[in-house]
Structures are given as structure tokens and as C-alpha cells.
């Protein structure tokens, strides 16, 4: 049985491998989150900023993206999102009154997976901007007393979620490729220590060694 055990251990060893490899591509596809709004979550402006930005720790895709800036029951998004960098932004129409905001957000991770969240903000004057004004000029220009978070601290109340997964979200295959050949490792070995024992048997004349 002594010629057994190094068999036994390098299976052992091989197992391991392969649980190491399969769990390793847990953080490989770990989606985006945003790190912070403009204006903050739950901040009080002076007036309606020109536009609003969410800021993730990776660049999100602009196909699929959106975000609808509502108050009074009226959507003021003013065109499409604007992909810039990492930041989702997000221009508003002229006119917007004074009130509460909530922001609806959605847009498509660096992985292709869907994300969504929501913030408020609270403007104390309507918006003072023109049709002529910059897309995607950044909020705090216009609204100086919004308490937007630092970069890398994530903004308290934002509500990101991450939908179901679906067939979109890229599949590790390298990491299955690597586990099958582990797999493969381990069956190749047992075998291998079957024969042995086998022969070592017949050699014995039929009685294992003790």
C-alpha cells in the first residue's frame, strides 16, 4: 500500500488545484458599481444643476444606458446619457422648477451586465440654464453646495442593484478550460494507482502487501 500513497496525495492535490481554479473566477466577474452621484444622494442645491453624473469604478458601455431626472411628475432629462470616462451624464432641460429630483438610473457594465440605482436631490430654484448650454458640464458647476462623495466611497442611499444575470454576462472559459484539465489530472492518476495496486497484487500472488 506504501506505493499508493504518494498516488493519493498527488489526487489530493490535484482536487485542490481544481477547486482553487473554479473559485477563482468569482471575482473575475464581479460587476461595476457606482462610487458616487453629482449631486450627492439626498443633497440640497442652490438651483437645478445643468446635468447630473453617476460615477462607477469602471467604464460602463453606452449601449442600453439611460437616466430619467423626474419632479413634479415630469421626466427633465434633456437627450440621451453621455458615456464620458466612468461617469454616466446625464444633461436637463431648461426650465426645470424648483423641488425634489429622483434619479432613476441604468446603464450596462464593462462586462456587459446591466446595473441600475436611484438618488435624490433637492434643488431650491428652478434652472437658470440655456438650450445653448454645455452637454455633459459637470453639476457641481452649478450647483456648488452639493456634497459630492470622494471618489472611491460609495454614495449612502444610492440603491445600486445588479439584475438576474443573464446569457449577455460573459462566461469565464479559460477557468473551465483549466478545471477540465485538472479533472482529467486526477482521473489519469487514479487510474494510474489502480493498475499499480492491481500489479502489485499479482506480483504478490494474489495478497495485498500489509
Do not use: C
Amino acid at each position: 500500500m506504501r506505493t499508493i500513497r504518494p498516488l493519493l496525495a498527488a489526487v489530493v492535490a490535484a482536487l485542490a488545484f481544481a477547486s482553487a481554479l473554479l473559485f477563482s473566477a468569482v471575482p473575475a466577474s464581479a460587476h461595476d458599481v457606482a462610487e458616487s452621484t453629482a449631486p450627492a444622494n439626498g443633497a440640497s442645491v442652490a438651483e437645478v444643476p445643468a446635468s447630473v453624473s453617476i460615477t462607477f469604478n469602471n467604464r460602463p458601455l453606452a449601449i442600453g444606458s439611460g437616466v430619467t431626472v423626474t419632479a413634479g411628475g415630469e421626466n427633465w432629462a434633456d437627450g440621451p446619457v453621455q458615456i464620458i470616462d466612468n461617469q454616466a451624464v446625464q444633461k436637463l432641460r431648461d426650465g426645470a422648477p424648483a423641488g425634489e429630483y429622483a434619479v432613476v438610473w441604468r446603464v450596462v457594465s464593462s462586462d456587459s451586465h446591466p446595473i441600475e440605482g436611484t438618488f435624490t436631490f433637492t434643488a431650491a430654484a428652478g434652472s437658470t440654464t440655456t438650450a445653448s448650454g454645455t452637454a455633459g458640464a459637470s453639476p457641481s458647476a452649478s450647483a456648488p453646495s452639493a456634497a459630492v462623495p470622494t471618489a472611491g466611497t460609495a454614495a449612502p442611499g444610492t440603491g445600486n442593484t445588479e439584475p438576474a444575470a443573464d446569457a449577455s454576462q460573459p462566461f469565464p472559459w479559460s477557468i473551465v478550460g483549466l478545471a477540465v484539465v485538472a479533472v482529467g489530472l486526477v482521473i489519469y492518476l487514479a487510474v494510474t494507482a489502480r493498475k499499480k495496486l492491481a500489479a502489485s497484487n499479482d506480483s504478490d500472488g494474489g495478497n495485498p502487501a500489509e
